[in-house]
């Protein structure tokens, strides 16, 4: 399972970090990143790494602020978003899954191998 954390009242302009604990599956066997979703829109992907070599992908709105890691010792991975925007305000889901793609397009109907409850950012003007 993931669980979630991190999420709360920021002003814009400020940072916060997510982070992502995983259990019950094989960690270094899959790819684990960040979906999110405002009220009344679609899944948006933010990001993504794939946790045996590192590598990482990021949607272009959040390319240069936000820096996806992991800590492979602890099952955690994190999301530091710094410069947060009004419009990055939305839930934030963590997923796993065999591929980063899935995650980083994040489409609406997409059934993730593991996905948690979110944690809710919202960003004040």
């Known amino acids: 399972q993931l669980q979630a954390s991190g999420g709360g009242l920021v002003q814009a302009g400020g940072s916060l970090r997510l982070s992502c604990a995983a259990s019950g599956f094989p960690f270094d066997d899959y790819n684990i990143g960040w979906f999110r979703q405002a009220p009344g829109k679609e899944r948006e992907g933010v990001s993504c790494i794939t946790i045996r070599d590192g590598s990482t992908y990021y949607t272009d709105s959040v390319k240069g602020r936000f820096t996806i890691s992991s800590d492979n010792a602890e099952n955690t991975v994190y999301l530091q978003m710094n410069s947060l925007k009004p419009e990055d305000t939305a839930v934030y889901y963590c997923?796993?899954?065999?591929?980063?793609?899935?995650?980083?397009?994040?489409?609406?109907?997409?059934?993730?191998?593991?996905w948690g409850q979110g944690t809710l950012v919202t960003v004040s003007s």
């Open positions: 997923a796993a899954d065999p591929l980063c793609l899935p995650i980083v397009v994040a489409p609406p109907e997409y059934d993730y191998d593991y």
